[in-house]
């Protein structure tokens, strides 16, 4: 039985997660040889650390690179994340200096059946309610570009459409990161004028 457990309760994530003492990313940085001029802060917990930091690295020795991947989760949810963090944990444990690199969680399976992406129980990586929901922002971001660009074609389209580009030939779509299935297959510019978003097409006209 784990460590906090009892037989009545198992705490859960979050409970675990919260009586946490957590020490602060530059202590954290530290630990790994890496100072604080060598990260980007997004708060007490979290840090960027940038590409060219690991040019002061380059004489030395490469170390090793385990990979995880293509594990089935168990039906208590042990997979990919947990089983990373926890050999990052028993390594650290045996004295080695270790880093482990994980994917960026998305809201979508945050918020279904799937859950959050930051490992559970003793295992998880830490603050998950920040990871979990926004991080350093980066998906908001991505989001952000790439639905300007869908939004600047999509104003071409509605201001008469100099170019004739035929609206059932984009293949750019909207995107966010939350599940939406209305939002899956939409038909736009089906207006009766420029302001409801009507599209002029002309598909005799050489494009």
Request: proline letters at 5%; charged letters at 25%; hydrophobic letters at 40%.
């Amino acid at each position: 039985m784990w460590r906090g457990a009892t037989k009545s309760h198992m705490k859960t994530d979050i409970e675990i997660a919260a009586e946490a003492t957590v020490k602060p990313i530059v202590e954290v940085a530290n630990g790994i040889g890496l100072t604080a001029d060598d990260i980007v802060p997004y708060g007490k917990y979290i840090a960027k650390v940038p590409l060219n930091v690991i040019d002061r690295f380059s004489d030395r020795k490469d170390g090793k690179l385990v990979m995880v991947t293509a594990i089935t989760p168990t039906p208590a949810g042990e997979g990919k994340t947990v089983t990373t963090i926890g050999l990052i944990q028993g390594l650290g444990r045996l004295g080695k200096n270790v880093v482990g690199a994980l994917r960026e969680p998305s809201i979508g399976p945050t918020f279904g059946i799937k859950g959050g992406a930051t490992g559970g129980g003793y295992v998880q990586v830490y603050p998950m309610w920040d990871i979990d929901l926004h991080f350093t922002g980066d998906i908001h971001a991505v989001s952000s570009a790439h639905n300007l660009l869908s939004a600047i074609i999509d104003n071409e389209l509605v201001r008469d459409n100099p170019h004739n580009i035929d609206p059932t030939r984009i293949v750019l779509k909207k995107a966010m990161d939350i599940n939406s299935r209305e939002l899956r297959n939409i038909v736009t510019g089906l207006g009766n004028d420029r302001i409801l978003g009507k599209i002029c097409f002309n598909s005799k006209r050489k494009q």
